[in-house]
């Protein structure tokens, strides 16, 4: 049997939602509740609970479900709520490849939801209604057939940000896999992988998590075996990846990589941060835009200088303001925030909300978080054998 990181197991799935309160109040977020309602066949049930992907419009919401489908919902921009519009279920169709879902994207276009298969070691394609957000199978892309490499059990992607390319990350394969994307279509073309022992490559066992920049010049990989973080150049015009350098645990003073979980970019490019499951930590980096090399900052370590909530930490998101970063970690089943200095990118340790403190609840072992693109919610994706409904934390900005 395959053995992954605690933070992708697959449980029951609950959808928490926080809308961002002013600074002024005594707590920046506040809990709400329910995403979802009423209970649904659809809706009900064990989830992959990994992943939430909202459309670029924020009108729809994608997950996956344990049996083999992925849920479509309406999204309410004034309340946060969801509401069911339709699911897409493995071998109906002619739609196949929907076993363990575990990371959907929606194209910045619009057109197209990607999501990656863990047990089919596949990619996934869908066209989107922009209008009402339902899906149309358009193809599945397996790993070694028709020359794709590079997505064995794989637990991630990410679209480039001028949509011409599609990155997969494989658990088992230790390596990214780089495809071309047809705009119009949304089908893809196998490129190439890049994988560890190969061109210099000595970080990408256990891939969990992949970013690209905004200006869409770097790829960053974070690796939970091997506590490391890999850079990449990428070529605007292929999509193809280059090693630039490899920032690892305990190396040249970077610290709180160990079992990194969790790779994202600020908005300006400046700084990249990662989540260190086993360090119990957050790790800042200043990033060079010219080359795509980093340097490392500092690191927010669980219990240390005021900081709580980040034990196991495993997934990060940044608000659209560019001014905060959340954080959710299993071992303290809490909800972190942290205020960010634009101009540096360090951090301040804010507040936490914990599971069963303060009538907030459903924080048992989270998985995934996504913050609205108003920038009003927060939606994070957790397990508990407790309650199988999506749960809502509504808020207001400033």
């Known amino acids: 049997m395959k053995r992954y990181p605690i933070s992708i197991s697959i449980g029951a799935g609950l959808i928490l939602a926080l809308m961002l309160a002013s600074p002024a109040f005594a707590e920046f977020l506040t809990f709400k509740g ?21 459309s670029p419009d924020n009108k729809h919401a994608y997950t996956p479900h344990y049996n083999r489908k992925v849920l479509v919902f309406n999204r309410d921009a004034t309340t946060g709520k969801l509401n069911f519009v339709e699911s897409q279920m493995d071998g109906v169709n002619n739609i196949e490849c929907l076993s363990s879902v575990f990371a959907i994207r929606v194209s910045s276009d619009g057109k197209h939801v990607y999501m990656v298969s863990l047990h089919d070691n596949s990619l996934v394609v869908f066209s989107r209604d922009i209008t009402f957000g339902r899906l149309t199978f358009v193809e599945c892309k397996k790993a070694n057939t028709d020359r794709v490499s590079g997505i064995v059990s794989p637990m991630t992607l990410v679209l480039s940000p001028d949509d011409k390319s599609v990155y997969a990350a494989g658990y088992d394969s230790n390596a990214v896999a780089v495809f071309s994307r047809d705009v119009t279509t949304g089908s893809l073309t196998f490129v190439e992988a890049q994988k560890k022992g190969i061109n210099g490559i000595e970080g990408l066992a256990g891939i969990i998590s992949v970013t690209i920049t905004p200006d869409g010049k770097n790829l960053y990989a974070a690796s939970a075996q091997d506590s490391t973080l890999t850079i990449f150049s990428r070529d605007a015009a292929t999509g193809k990846l280059t090693l630039v350098e490899t920032q690892k645990n305990g190396m040249r003073g970077v610290d709180g990589l160990a079992g990194a979980q969790c790779v994202i970019a600020s908005q300006n490019g400046k700084n990249i941060y990662v989540a260190g499951f086993i360090d119990d930590a957050l790790a800042v980096f200043g990033r060079d835009p010219a080359f795509g090399k980093l340097t490392f900052l500092e690191m927010h370590k669980n219990s240390m200088h005021g900081v ?35 101009q540096t990118g360090r951090l301040t340790f804010m507040e936490m909300y914990k599971s069963g403190i303060n009538g907030v609840h459903g924080l048992l072992a989270p998985q995934h978080l996504t913050v609205s693109v108003d920038g009003k919610y927060i939606y994070v994706l957790s397990r508990s054998r407790s309650t199988e409904k999506p749960i809502l934390f509504s808020v207001s900005l400033e």
């Open 34 to 54: 329910w995403a979802i309602d009423k209970d649904d066949n659809d809706t009900t049930g064990y989830t992959a609970c990994n992943f939430m992907a909202l």
């Open 308 to 342: 709580q909530g980040i034990g196991g930490v495993v997934a990060l998101a940044l608000s659209p303001n560019r001014r905060y970063i959340y954080a959710i970690s299993q071992t303290d089943q809490a909800l972190t925030v942290f205020s960010r200095d634009e």
